[in-house]
């Protein structure tokens, strides 16, 4: 199953806290800590890595905290991830560029069918921004949804009567 690491799924709670109720001000790792229940420590080590992709400002000192580095807009789903967790992968052998890293790449059947799917949650997760996380009440209101009904819809109807 695909899931975002724990490191990635702060990230996305810090940074959608910085764009709302941290607009205007620096904030510190302790109170987005406190305000979602997470480990302080380990949303430090996140915020500094969220400060090192460019996705977070810091600013240093006794007063100081994090602040969004850009606009939520410009904020991708894909960019954090990528920040937390490295490449976007459904499966290992996509973190390796060619084939040579994986040794089932001669005999994989996989690789290829799976394309589409990589392609499609990449897509997504790269078009797919802060800002629209905010804004966005359910799965139903993103463009996403209706492509791969219909996409689902098609290869059923495609697909041979049992």
Known sequence: MFTFTKKADYALLALSFLATEGV??????????RR???????????MQSLAKNRLAASVPGPTGGYRLDRAASSI??????????????????WEV???????????????????????EMAHLLRTMTLEDVLTTETLQDLPIRRRVEGAISLTMASSPAR
């Open 97 to 119: 560029t060619g084939t040579a890293g994986c040794a089932q790449a001669r005999h994989c059947t996989l690789r290829g069918p799976l394309a589409r799917i990589q392609e």
């Open 76 to 93: 991708a789903i894909g960019d954090v991830v990528e920040a937390m967790d490295g490449p976007l992968a459904i499966a290992q052998c």
């Open 36 to 46: 979602y229940e997470i480990p302080a420590e380990l949303l430090a080590k996140v």
């Open 24 to 33: 205007g001000r620096l904030v510190g790792p302790r109170e987005i800590a």
